[in-house]
């Protein structure tokens, strides 16, 4: 099976990072996208809001780096989830997106920085790489407590966007 989903839009709120007991970090926010749309000649836009949650060192890097406004690239997979609301009662669910990748789109003179983080599965990181399509800069410089020698994805595995400037949300 296959479960990869990819969003490109702007954090509503700060991230709130928390920890687990084994000391790993859990990071959630959630980010808004919109597409522009033409309906019988009237201009319309509709927003969605999905919640995301980074894990270990990038939900850290996710929170000393990004706030509530900045401009994400996320790549990742759907998560289910189902509880019982302890008000009502009722059952309740929601999908959300747990965080694989992130490139920060925010250019530098916005006071954000712009660069990509990746955790692996070997627990070991990367940093650069991304989507050239929706960034309108690129920097290789890593963040200020960098790792030696950034890794980028070989060439030929990276999808093919298409994506109209209209289409972005910000």
Same mark, same amino acid.
């Given at each position: 099976m296959f479960n990869k989903i990819i969003l490109v839009g702007n954090l509503t709120r700060d991230i709130e990072l928390k920890y687990a007991q084994g000391g790993s970090a859990i990071a959630n926010t959630a980010i808004?996208?919109?597409?522009?749309?033409?309906?019988n000649g009237e201009k319309k836009?509709?927003?969605?809001?999905?919640?995301?949650?980074?894990?270990?060192?990038?939900?850290?890097v996710a929170n000393q780096y990004l706030r509530k406004g900045?401009?994400?690239?996320?790549?990742?997979?759907?998560?289910? %989830? !189902?509880?019982? %609301?302890?008000?009502?009662? !009722?059952k309740r669910s929601k999908h959300s997106v747990i965080v694989e990748?992130?490139?920060?789109?925010? @250019?530098?003179?916005?006071g954000g920085?712009?660069?990509?983080?990746?955790? @692996?599965?070997g627990g070991s990181n990367s940093y650069g790489g991304g989507?050239?399509?929706? !960034?309108?800069?690129?920097?290789?410089?890593?963040?200020?407590? @960098?790792?030696?020698?950034?890794?980028?994805?070989?060439?030929?595995?990276?999808p093919e966007i298409d994506i109209n400037e209209d289409e972005i949300p910000f």
């Open positions: 808004a996208t919109s597409r522009k749309f033409t309906v836009e509709e927003t969605c809001f999905v919640d995301i949650t980074f894990f270990g060192r990038s939900g850290e900045s401009k994400i690239l996320v790549e990742g997979r759907l998560k289910f %989830d !189902q509880w019982v %609301d302890q008000t009502s009662g !009722q990748t992130m490139q920060m789109l925010d @250019s530098r003179g916005e920085s712009q660069g990509g983080y990746t955790e @692996s599965d989507y050239d399509a929706p !960034q309108p800069k690129t920097y290789n410089q890593a963040p200020s407590y @960098s790792k030696p020698s950034p890794a980028r994805m070989p060439e030929n595995n990276l």
